[in-house]
């Protein structure tokens, strides 16, 4: 079996050894128990742990005849969710996607747009301006409904849908991922005969990508979802072991919390492929959501190589060294395109006319690693046989179980995120929402 493939030999140097890492083994191992056990805290939210091979096929089913529907009524279907509502899809679209499917006019291919993940006045109203000529549907994704980026966004395109195609049409074009029995959300989509899958209460947000809530807008623009299900299968049983020999996602978080005892606080995902930028997205949420709390936590952030080396290159190179970076490289691209000869070769590029452009982005993968390892930042290396459904799918079990792990170690609650509902209230105080009077005279003496 083909697999994802971890390498730490360039996160080892004078500041870090396989020592350190060996020495918090035991760390690695009680905090895999507890993700596995459900003896951490947090624990009521560990339902993705099995989800992988618990998935019926039923459900997967159902999920395929829906998109099927959609597909074979729609021009494009528009996801309306935030966090991990949407950045899951998007991250496994994109990796999966033709890079310049949206400038094609292919009247078989169903486009899966977003919403609902900013309060952009302008997105809105081009995204609207865009979907007037055309037939759309909409998977509404949200467990109570009332989350204000996606009520704002779903309350317009259903009132637009409603409009164009009359309500009871709208209706059959309308599919509510929510709550099993409560929430505006639930309320709506019974009264009105929404086409409906369940969040279920164990399954946090950020590592929902694996439920309905990723694998249906996956499903409808065109990937194979079982074959998603099947590599996050392989991954769960493969980091089901208790040593960090056997079990990649352990040592990922040993190696991780090695570097941040060590000093190393902030962690870059670096992706040589363009089409991984919004894995790292989705990356981003899951580990920070999961880490950042009790003044502790890795920061995570990505760049896009070799793009961000004319960018935040110098910085990597030479700046703080307060980073590692973990690199994701994938070893096969799908197509071939070969430089050619040029007789006046005035760039001056004939020295590599006959090799695969890859083969050049494999060299410029290597030659960093090396340069960012001699300048004291530490280089994990995550390599992917390909951008496929397969190995997509061990990817995401893989970080989600490191996730959890890596958070257990921190002595964290990896699954709760307490922090995120301060700016809620401070958003619904300044904008006088009912019930928060006090809350608005206190802020408005503030803002004064």
């Not at 191992?29 to 998935?55: I, M």
Request: aromatic content about 8%; charged content about 25%; hydrophobic content about 40%.
């Amino acid at each position: 079996m083909e697999t994802i493939n971890l390498n730490i030999q360039h996160a080892l140097g004078a500041n870090m050894t396989e020592a350190a890492i060996d020495a918090l083994g035991h760390e690695a191992k009680d905090a895999l128990a507890k993700v596995e056990n459900g003896t951490g805290a947090g624990n009521d939210f560990l339902g993705w742990v099995n989800l992988p091979s618990t998935t019926s096929e039923s459900l997967i089913d159902d999920i395929c005849a829906t998109a099927k529907h959609l597909r074979q009524e729609c021009e494009v279907v528009v996801a309306v969710g935030i966090g991990g509502s949407y950045l899951g899809a998007k991250a496994v679209i994109e990796a999966l996607s033709d890079s310049f499917a949206a400038y094609k006019n292919d009247p078989k291919a169903t486009k899966v747009v977003f919403a609902g993940q900013n309060i952009g006045e302008d997105y809105l109203y081009e995204l609207m301006n865009y979907l007037a000529d055309k037939k759309f549907g909409i998977i509404v994704i949200s467990k109570s409904g009332t989350t204000t980026e996606p009520a704002i966004a779903f309350r317009l395109l259903k009132e637009m849908l409603e409009r164009k195609e009359g309500k009871e049409k709208a209706s059959k074009l309308i599919v509510a991922i929510t709550d099993a029995k409560r929430g505006a959300l639930r309320q709506l989509a019974t009264e009105e005969g929404y086409k409906t899958f369940v969040i279920e209460d164990n399954v946090g947000g950020r590592f929902s990508v694996l439920t309905p809530v990723g694998l249906l807008p996956i499903a409808v623009a065109g990937y194979d979802i079982k074959a998603l299900l099947n590599g996050a299968i392989e991954m769960e049983k493969a980091t089901k072991a208790d040593d960090m020999a056997s079990n990649q996602a352990m040592l990922y978080a040993a190696t991780r919390n090695a570097l941040y005892r060590a000093g190393k606080k902030i962690e870059i995902l670096v992706n040589y492929n363009p089409k991984l930028h919004f894995f790292g997205e989705w990356w981003k949420q899951l580990y920070g959501e999961s880490e950042g709390k009790d003044g502790k936590g890795i920061f995570p952030a990505s760049v896009d190589f070799s793009t961000d080396l004319h960018s935040m290159g110098q910085w990597i190179q030479d700046g703080e060294r307060t980073i590692f970076e973990t690199v994701l490289s994938v070893e096969a691209p799908e197509h071939e395109t070969i430089i050619p000869t040029d007789n006046d070769n005035l760039d001056g590029l004939n020295y590599i006319a006959g090799k695969r452009v890859d083969q050049v982005n494999k060299m410029a993968e290597l030659g960093t690693r090396i340069a960012h390892t001699d300048g004291g930042v530490p280089n994990l290396r995550i390599t992917i046989p390909a951008l496929r459904e397969q190995y997509l799918g061990q990817l995401i079990y893989f970080f989600e179980k490191a996730c959890g792990i890596s958070g257990y170690m921190l002595n964290v609650n990896p699954f709760n995120q307490p922090g995120v509902e301060d700016y809620k209230r401070n958003m619904f105080a300044l904008l006088a929402k009912p019930g928060y009077e006090k809350e608005t005279a206190a802020i408005q003496a503030r803002v004064k």
